[in-house]
């Protein structure tokens, strides 16, 4: 497949106004700069790396804004109000309403997440069933596996539940092991100890503690509106980056927040002005080539050999014509109505598809 179109090129994202691209089976094959004849035309189009959603638990679609107002323990914690709402909640009902999140997520160009699956295999079993037949990429993360992880791409731990972690990994290299931990104090240093592969929310991270992600390599997750809405803090980005740590984005319990990464930078971006702030750019990556980094999708970069999931943006709707700094207003003015095809594994759904699901 050949396609002219304008995209968002390599690691720097650059703009190219006139551009072609080249997919071959699930793989962009080359990217050049100009159109070429014979090429599908999408010139009015933007090509952009497809969203990679970091952090979810869609789970909890199934009692959305049920937990409005309270603190993260309350929330979500060992005793929570979610735990009880899942005792209420019918099965089918959970799995209709998680199947709910994932067309919403792939309507909005996210071509990729990652979930942290709560109750064992059968919740894996039940995440399968609600994605089935959806082209967006799942990767699941159990917990309470009995050791037993062929059903999943790893673990999806709270900080109690770390003892989950096998002790030898030498013979898992494929799995990953992701930890909750950072809305409390003293947690980041703790689930350092187990040396996961992925953190997620750190907002109590101290420099000792970014000194040590750095070394062991571990990549983080922020989930900003998560952490805002919780009273959690606001996770030290900046300085993540700054200390070369791998910084990815996540929209976190579909309970409290949207599955939007649109909303989700935007608010990243903006906060982020209130202390030391980041560019629109590092953001944008947060939201695409860092997930995709951290998750090993192969994805997140638009150049060859990487994995053809692209988001087809359409630049000229209203809310984004006239616009002077390409990466701003993807990060401030984009939404999911700008999208108006994706690509995955080198599959093209078009939006009108996306909404006979
Ligand atoms: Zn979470």
């Known amino acids: 497949m050949l396609i002219n179109c304008q995209l968002l090129a390599g690691e720097k994202m ?27 035309d999408l010139r009015d189009l933007l090509a952009v790396p497809g969203l990679v959603n970091a952090h979810t638990h869609i789970g909890d679609s199934f009692a959305k804004d049920a937990c409005t107002g309270l603190r993260v323990h309350e929330a979500v914690g060992k005793n929570g109000r979610k735990w009880k709402l899942y005792e209420t909640g019918g099965r089918e009902e959970i799995i209709a309403a998680m199947r709910d999140s994932a067309i919403d997520m ?9 979930d942290f699956r709560e109750g064992g295999h059968e919740g894996l079993k039940d995440l399968r069933t609600a994605t089935k037949d959806l082209p967006i990429r799942t990767v699941a993360l159990g917990r309470d596996l009995g050791g037993r992880l062929e059903d999943c791409q790893g673990l999806g731990l709270n900080l109690y539940q770390i003892d989950q ?22 947690e980041v240093e703790a689930a350092l100890k187990a040396s996961p592969d992925i953190i997620v929310h750190y907002t109590t991270g101290t420099e000792e503690d970014i000194r040590k992600t750095t070394r062991k390599k571990i990549s983080v997750v922020v989930c900003p509106r998560s952490n805002a809405s919780l009273k959690a803090g606001f996770p030290p980005v900046r300085k993540l980056l ?8 996540g929209t976190d319990n579909v309970m409290i927040n949207s599955p939007d990464m649109w909303r989700e930078m935007e608010f990243l971006y903006k906060a982020s002005q209130l202390f030391e702030g980041l560019t629109p750019l590092e953001v944008f990556k947060a939201a695409s080539i860092n997930g995709g980094r951290a998750f090993r999708t192969n994805s997140g970069v638009l150049k060859k050999g990487r994995t053809a999931d692209i988001t087809f943006l359409d630049i000229n709707a209203p809310n984004m014509r006239g616009c002077r700094d390409i990466h701003a207003g993807l990060v401030t003015r984009c939404h999911a109505g700008n999208v108006k095809k994706t690509m995955i594994e080198g599959r093209v759904i078009d939006k009108g598809l996306v909404h006979i699901y």
């Open 242 to 249: 700054d200390a070369g740590v791998n910084v990815a984005l």
């Open 165 to 186: 972690i096998p002790k030898d990994r030498k013979d898992l290299r494929d799995i990953l092991i992701a930890v909750h931990a950072g809305e409390g104090a003293c």
């Open 14 to 40: 650059e703009h190219l106004q006139e551009a072609h691209m080249g997919v071959e089976g699930s793989e962009i094959a080359y990217v050049g700069d100009g159109f070429v004849s014979g090429a599908e």
């Open 106 to 114: 792939l309507s909005s160009g996210i071509t990729a997440y990652a």
